[in-house]
């Protein structure tokens, strides 16, 4: 069983900044991509930013520049720091893990709950 779970969404004012967390745990052999996606009311779920085990980072056009993403020393935490927010920022940001665990072949994809994240004056 694997759980990923989320913190640091919230409310904050247009031009401020957040920092998400994403912790991966259970029964895991090896993880290799970690990244945020996210989904706002009415839209399909959407690449925010990803980042493999090894080489660079991957992040959508609208987020460049604003948005960083971290891994932790661990390879099983996964960080988002986001700067000038804007509304359009506004949306439920989930983690996800591309990983293997013991006992099943290959890497899936797995995903946090979900975090809201309302960007608003």
């Known amino acids: 069983q694997v759980q990923l779970v989320e913190s640091g969404g919230g409310l904050v004012q247009p031009g401020g900044s957040l920092r998400l967390s994403c912790a991966a745990s259970?029964?895991?052999?090896?993880?290799?991509?970690m990244g945020w996606y996210r989904q706002a009311p009415g839209n399909q779920r959407e690449l925010v930013a990803t980042?493999?085990?090894?080489?660079?980072?991957n992040y959508a056009d609208s987020v460049k520049g604003r948005f960083t993403i971290s891994r932790g020393n661990a390879k099983n935490t996964v960080y988002l720091q986001m700067n000038s927010l804007t509304p359009e920022d506004t949306a439920v940001y989930y983690c996800?893990?591309?990983?293997?665990?013991?006992?099943?072949?290959?890497?899936?994809?797995?995903w946090g709950q979900g975090t809201q994240v309302t960007v608003s004056s």
């Open positions: 996800n893990a591309r990983l293997a665990t013991w006992g099943r072949l290959g890497f899936n994809d797995y």
């Open positions: 259970g029964s895991i052999a090896s993880v290799s991509t």
């Open positions: 980042m493999p085990h090894t080489g660079s980072s």
